[in-house]
């Protein structure tokens, strides 16, 4: 479903973010992506929706390649989901126009069918009663549900997580974490930037650890927790384990 | 000074200054601030796009007309658009297009100036993940900014923008040098033709002061209703 090879970013010629970073997800499959902070992990997963653009290597969603210049970004991007640290969603507009918005606007859906299936999808994340409200009227909890709720609308093939609990309060971080395992549980293909090593033992195939902008460790769920082959990753566990 | 005030000059007025002199006044303002707002986002829209040429030229323009004092830039359209039409179209006599259409063309380009930095200060202010979040989703760039991005940056700077058109209701006054029948046109007229000029300059001070006044209490009270909650 995505495939990413051999790809180099720099911000500057002196400063490259990711170095030869080459991993796959197949369709179907959870993918967690740790890492300690200033690793590369969120600009990589950046990149597999061209939101990031990178200088070498390439990066294949479904078959189109996101750094070709011809290929239809928006419509590559429509059906690819993307759930954001800071949720992002859009504070002028009700909740249900937040779902509402793409699905009329890109997908083309009559505002009636989006509505229906924004409601379906609130319902889904337990938020139907919310749907009239203003994003700053929820808790941060229940903003980011909403985010994956608006993704969710556009029918996406891959959703795509970038530290999606990292901004919210402790006792709100199971909540989105529920949607995401039942979401991982119902076969979504899912790329998930993340330090919470539950999840990842809950539902994860596979675990990449990078650092320094190298992918240090790419391997299936046991292996990774039952003995990381690196001494970074051996170190990285050690310290978001050990509280 | 004032024993001698004749208020009756000034009622005797009413019609001619409002009917002719405030309908141009509020004519002129509303258009400019209309054509202004649309040219000034395209122009804060064209500095923003990251294609530089596009962005040196806006910046040149905004530059320019920030420079010039406003009475010469009336002025030397109202004189120089007749050959520009002259030129345009090939015409072998310099268009006359009126003093009317003169000024309004004047007052959107040089408001525009005003108005683009206005509106690039509101667009800056949205978080870059706004964007983001939005292409994110499938839309285009002029689907983010038509959607997303301009209607939260006009609701962040509703108020100042309000208040630059406050100021170019005042400015809309400089008119006079084209001899142009706006309000303080219309009262100057009557002031030298009675020989009343305390009276009727001091009532065009009084009009324009309440008018502007209500308009920035209204500003506050508009803020309040249509702020995003946050």
């Known amino acids: 479903m995505i495939e990413i090879s051999h790809v180099n970013k720099w911000y500057s010629p002196s400063f490259q973010v990711l170095t030869d970073c080459t991993t796959s997800v197949t369709k179907g499959e959870v993918v967690v992506v740790c890492g300690p902070s200033g690793s590369g992990k969120s600009t990589l997963i950046k990149c597999v929706n061209a939101l990031e653009p990178f200088q070498s290597g390439d990066i294949l969603v479904d078959g189109t390649k996101v750094n070709d210049p011809k290929t239809n970004l928006p419509k590559l991007r429509s059906r690819v989901g993307m759930?954001?640290?800071?949720?992002?969603?859009?504070?002028?507009?009700?909740?249900?126009?937040?779902?509402?918005?793409?699905?009329?606007?890109?997908?083309?859906?009559?505002?009636?069918?989006?509505?229906?299936?924004?409601?379906?999808?609130?319902?889904?994340?337990?938020?139907?009663?919310?749907?009239?409200?203003?994003?700053?009227?929820?808790?941060?909890?229940?903003?980011?549900?909403?985010?994956?709720?608006?993704?969710?609308?556009?029918?996406?093939?891959?959703?795509?997580?970038d530290e999606p609990t990292s901004a919210l309060d402790p006792e709100m971080v199971s909540e989105v974490l529920d949607v995401m395992v039942d979401l991982a549980r119902e076969g979504m293909t899912m790329m998930v930037v993340t330090h919470e090593m539950g999840f990842a033992r809950k539902v994860a195939n596979r675990v990449i650890f990078m650092d320094r902008g190298e992918i240090v460790e790419d391997a299936p769920k046991e292996d990774f927790f039952g003995k990381p082959r690196s001494d970074r990753a051996q170190k990285f566990l050690s310290k978001i384990l050990s509280h | 000074?004032?024993?001698?005030?004749?208020?009756?000059?000034?009622?005797?007025?009413?019609?001619?200054?409002?009917?002719?002199?405030?309908?141009?006044?509020?004519?002129?303002?509303?258009?400019?601030?209309?054509?202004?707002?649309?040219?000034?986002?395209?122009?804060?829209?064209?500095?923003?796009?990251?294609?530089k040429l596009l962005g040196r030229i806006a910046g040149i323009y905004v530059d320019f007309m920030r420079s010039l004092p406003l009475v010469l830039v009336i002025f030397w359209f109202y004189f120089l658009v007749p050959y520009i039409g002259q030129w345009l179209t090939g015409a072998s006599r310099p268009i006359s297009v009126g003093a009317f259409a003169s000024s309004l063309i004047t007052f959107i380009m040089f408001e525009a100036a005003y108005f683009s930095e206005i509106m690039r200060a509101g667009i800056q202010s949205i978080s870059r993940g706004q964007p983001a979040a939005a292409s994110a989703l499938g839309l285009t760039y002029a689907q983010t900014m038509r959607y997303v991005v301009l209607p939260q940056a006009f609701r962040n700077m509703l108020p100042v923008l309000i208040t630059q058109t406050i100021v170019l209701f005042q400015d809309t006054s400089l008119v006079y040098v084209l001899s142009i029948t706006d309000f303080l046109g219309a009262a100057s007229k009557v002031a030298q033709r009675d020989g009343r000029l305390v009276e009727m300059y001091l009532f065009a001070a009084v009009v324009y002061f309440t008018i502007s006044c209500i308009a920035s209490f209204g500003v506050r009270r508009l803020q309040a209703r249509i702020a995003i909650i946050r």
């Open chain 1, 83 to 161: 759930v954001f640290q800071h949720f992002e969603l859009f504070p002028h507009l009700k909740i249900i126009d937040n779902l509402c918005l793409a699905q009329e606007k890109v997908l083309g859906r009559g505002h009636d069918k989006s509505v229906t299936k924004g409601m379906q999808l609130l319902e889904r994340v337990g938020l139907k009663e919310q749907a009239q409200k203003f994003p700053a009227q929820l808790s941060g909890g229940q903003q980011q549900r909403v985010a994956i709720a608006r993704a969710l609308a556009m029918d996406p093939i891959v959703m795509l997580f």
């Open chain 2, 1 to 51: 000074m004032l024993g001698n005030f004749d208020f009756d000059v000034i009622r005797r007025a009413l019609p001619y200054l409002f009917y002719e002199g405030m309908t141009f006044t509020l004519t002129l303002t509303g258009l400019a601030a209309l054509g202004g707002l649309i040219f000034g986002t395209a122009l804060a829209l064209m500095r923003l796009s990251g294609l």
